[in-house]
């Protein structure tokens, strides 16, 4: 079992100039499970968008699982804390008079150890393939008061001697993270944080992966697509955007994400890499044993997709230098768009290939003109009188 300390404290994000929506430790609860700093926990927030109200749970229930679902304007969940903290989760939220038109639920479900031997950057050739399930997470150390703007999970990872941090930012509107990789969300999606720090792994070629769930409404499941661009004018040097979606418009809902992954908080360009990113399953079948949390409590019969991602490229040697990775994610409801090319961008690249053209259009006219010239000259008979 792994246990997580939540540190809640505003000053570690003095650098967001924005605020967020805030959320709300087990709201409405009055059993001694929700006093207790050694429990699961739940975190909420809501935000009103036109005539909609858009939900968010971080839930510590079993799995780790963000969750994010609209209702109508005027309706609040109703949390049965004694199911939910017995693990009967079917039911343990509701609506009166209504359930959720949309949802979507991203599982943190397994960390994955592997040693890269021929340093490929590629977890399908890895040896030694180590699984961390996510799961039976407990809180405690919870420092500050159960309304925050940003909670700030702490995993210890005592087997890495090491730990994995995983916030959520929720703006409530569309606005730009302040710093790399400068990501957008809109007024129904959230920041995903990810950070991860070990200290004792097996062998100096050891690499990282994430298996991620999503847990969806519907049928058709996802697709993942890859956008490519001239250059990221946010992120200069990664000229690809990844988007995952929802194959059902009536469940629209999506993440987004840039592959690189940074070495430090600072996040510059000098300390990132890149990712492997596999390919999605659909329609994969949940372990009773291993997967349960609140997305039961949404959906009785969810639709689930998997993927996988690692960390790192080819020859990069990149966590035995630094030991931490960072990277992030928007996710949420509608179809989250990539950041479109600059117009100067275009302009300019436009420029660069018209001007050789240009160039080469007059020197041509050039030529055929003095041949031509020539022509005319030498046909040329003087009449005689």
Same mark, same amino acid.
Request: hydrophobic share 45%; no cysteine.
């Given at each position: 079992m792994m246990f997580v300390s939540v540190i809640l404290c505003l000053s570690l994000f003095s650098n967001i100039i924005y605020a967020t929506v805030p959320f709300i430790l087990n709201p409405d609860c009055d059993l001694l499970e929700c006093e207790q700093p050694d429990y699961p926990a739940l975190y909420y927030a809501n935000h009103i968008v036109d005539d909609n109200k858009i939900h968010i749970i971080y839930s510590t229930l079993d799995e780790l699982t963000i969750s994010i679902f609209q209702t109508g304007k005027n309706y609040m969940p109703i949390f049965n804390y004694t199911a939910l903290f017995s693990r009967n989760y079917p039911g343990a939220i509701q609506f009166v008079d209504t359930k959720p038109t949309n949802s979507?639920?991203?599982?943190?479900?397994?960390?994955?150890?592997?040693?890269?031997?021929?340093?490929?950057?590629?977890?399908?050739?890895?040896?030694?393939i180590t699984s961390y399930f996510l799961h039976n997470i407990t809180t405690n150390n919870i420092t500050i008061s159960n309304s925050t703007n940003q909670p700030t999970f702490q995993l210890p990872l005592p087997m890495l001697n090491g730990s994995l941090n995983i916030d959520v930012m929720y703006p409530g509107e569309a606005i730009r993270e302040t710093k790399s990789p400068k990501l957008r969300t809109t007024s129904k999606s959230y920041f995903l944080n990810i950070a991860l720090q070990a200290n004792n792994f097996t062998s100096a070629k050891t690499r990282f992966a994430f298996e991620l769930y999503l847990i969806l409404p519907g049928v058709q499941g996802s697709q993942k697509y890859t956008s490519r661009y001239i250059d990221d004018h946010f992120t200069?040097?990664?000229?690809? %955007? $990844? &988007?995952?979606?929802?194959?059902?418009?009536?469940? !629209?809902?999506? @993440?987004?994400?840039?592959?690189? %992954? $940074? &070495?430090?908080?600072?996040?510059?360009?000098?300390? !990132?890499?890149? @990712?492997q990113i596999y390919d999605i399953k659909n329609n994969v079948t949940l372990d009773p044993n291993i997967d349960q949390g609140t997305f039961y409590s949404l959906l009785s019969h969810p639709f689930v997709s998997a993927f996988n991602l690692?960390?790192?490229?080819?020859?990069?040697?990149?966590?035995?230098?630094?030991?931490?990775?960072?990277?992030?994610?928007?996710?949420?409801?509608?179809?989250?768009?990539?950041?479109?090319?600059?117009?100067?961008?275009?302009?300019?690249?436009?420029?660069?290939?018209?001007?050789?053209?240009?160039?080469?259009?007059?020197?041509?006219?050039?030529?055929?003109?003095?041949?031509?010239?020539?022509?005319?000259?030498?046909?040329?008979?003087?009449?005689?009188?």
């Open positions: 979507f639920s991203l599982v943190l479900r397994r960390l994955i150890k592997f040693d890269d031997i021929n340093d490929e950057g590629n977890m399908a050739k890895g040896e030694n200069p040097g990664i000229f690809n %955007v $990844y &988007q995952i979606k929802t194959l059902d418009s009536l469940y !629209s809902s999506s @993440m987004l994400w840039k592959p690189v %992954v $940074y &070495q430090s908080e600072d996040r510059s360009v000098e300390q !990132s890499t890149l @990712m690692s960390i790192g490229q080819a020859k990069d040697g990149f966590f035995a230098k630094t030991n931490y990775t960072f990277i992030q994610f928007t996710a949420g409801l509608d179809y989250l768009e990539p950041d479109s090319t600059k117009v100067f961008v275009t302009v300019a690249l436009i420029a660069s290939l018209a001007l050789p053209a240009l160039v080469a259009i007059v020197a041509l006219i050039f030529i055929l003109r003095r041949r031509f010239s020539r022509q005319t000259q030498s046909s040329y008979n003087a009449i005689d009188d």
